[in-house]
């Protein structure tokens, strides 16, 4: 069953939810709906050209990498070694995700989901300290990178961008070591891709999901 939100700040149980984890329609991504939908494990994702408002997900299985089993294969840490890039966390959140937006023409492609509108509203987050980039620089120029939100010891990941081969497993692989240091529990991939299954990503239950997202 597919439910309809308005103006109130609420969002149906996940109960019921289509397969491919869609869960209602309507509302607006305004901070604090983005931040009561990531602190239940719910996300917007549509196609901002065909959809007039947006379509909330959460999946009942999801896709994680927990920080201390995150898999680097040789020819990462070969690249890591030779110091060819440099890596930063926060010092260009608005660049990171114009590249999410652009890299390999994305915004160009049918289904293109992170439009102006989505973009600002995670601007935004980033501004009240709610959402963080990670930065690849080669040089002086931005290469690659990942985005995502931050709710408790937990970074859920919204998307991530390589303008170089690997930019952004390294990128993975620093939030990863920066979380393993610092507490973090768990970064929430959203969707498996290879790479991503490559590098220890697994799939875990909604109830567990949630349990470690409000663990402190």
């Known amino acids: 069953m597919i439910y309809r939100i308005g103006k109130e700040l609420l969002f ?10 869609l869960l209602c329609v309507g509302g607006d991504l305004s901070v604090d709906r983005l931040l009561l939908a990531y602190s239940n494990g719910i996300f917007p994702w549509f196609s901002f050209r065909d959809c ?41 959140f608005d660049g990171v995700i114009q590249g999410c937006s652009e890299a390999q023409g994305r915004d160009k492609k049918e289904g293109a989901w992170l439009g102006t509108e989505m973009m600002e509203a995670y601007k935004e987050l980033h501004r009240q300290n709610l959402a963080q980039s990670v930065e690849v620089w080669q040089g002086d120029r931005l290469v690659g990178g990942l985005y995502g939100v931050t709710i408790g010891r937990c970074f859920i990941g919204e998307s991530m961008f ?22 973090g529990k768990m970064i929430d991939c959203q969707l498996e891709t290879p790479h991503l299954k490559s590098m ?17």
């Not at 149906?12 to 984890?21: I, K, Q, S």
């Not at 990503?201 to 663990?215: A, D, N, R, V």
């Open 12 to 21: 149906p149980m996940p109960v019921n939810v289509e397969p491919d984890g």
């Open 52 to 92: 007039d408002e947006p379509l909330w997900y959460c999946p009942q299985q999801r896709f994680v990498i927990f920080p201390d089993e995150i898999h680097v294969s040789h020819s990462m840490r070969t690249l890591m070694n030779k110091g060819t890039y440099d890596v930063s966390i926060g010092e260009c």
């Open 162 to 183: 390589s303008l170089v081969p690997n930019a952004s497993k390294l990128a993975l692989i620093f939030l990863a070591d920066f979380m393993r240091e610092h507490g």
């Open 200 to 216: 220890g990503g697994k799939f875990i239950s909604y109830e567990e999901y949630m349990k470690i997202l409000k663990s402190e």
